[in-house]
Nanobody
Framework: VQLQASGGGLAQPGGSLRLSCVAS????????MAWYRKALGKEREFVAR???????YYANSVRGRFTISRDNAKNVVSLQMNSLEPEDTATYYC??????????WGQGTLVTVSS
């Protein structure tokens, strides 16, 4: 089982980052994939999801700023994050949409938005 997220780091408010996640075929193939995030002291929350066809859906808090995409040939799901806000600071995880707390989540990638 593999969920390897990368691309996080420090960004200034208004800046951009691009996250990528390589998933095992058993998780990725034919499934809706999603990005979630967990801020310090808060519960994990949904950010965006994408159908195998490429249609994406977003949480209200990120709609218009974030774009989810996937490469079905490489089992990669990505998240382009623009106009970042301090409230976007969190560890970001990818997984199959609907994965529960008992699922494998990988290490995630930390995004910090600060001036």
């Amino acid at each position: 089982v593999q969920l390897q997220a990368s691309g996080g780091g420090l960004a200034q408010p208004g800046g951009s980052l691009r996250l990528s996640c390589v998933a095992s075929p058993s998780i990725f193939s034919g499934n809706e994939m999603a990005w979630y995030r967990k801020a310090l002291g808060k519960e994990r929350e949904f950010v965006a999801r994408i159908y195998p066809s490429g249609s994406g859906y977003y949480a209200n808090s990120v709609r218009g700023r974030f774009t989810i995409s996937r490469d079905n040939a490489k089992n990669v799901v990505s998240l382009q994050m623009n106009s970042l806000e301090p409230e976007d600071t969190a560890t970001y995880y990818c997984n199959r949409y609907g994965a529960n707390d008992g699922s494998y989540w990988g290490q995630g990638t930390l995004v910090t938005v600060s001036s």
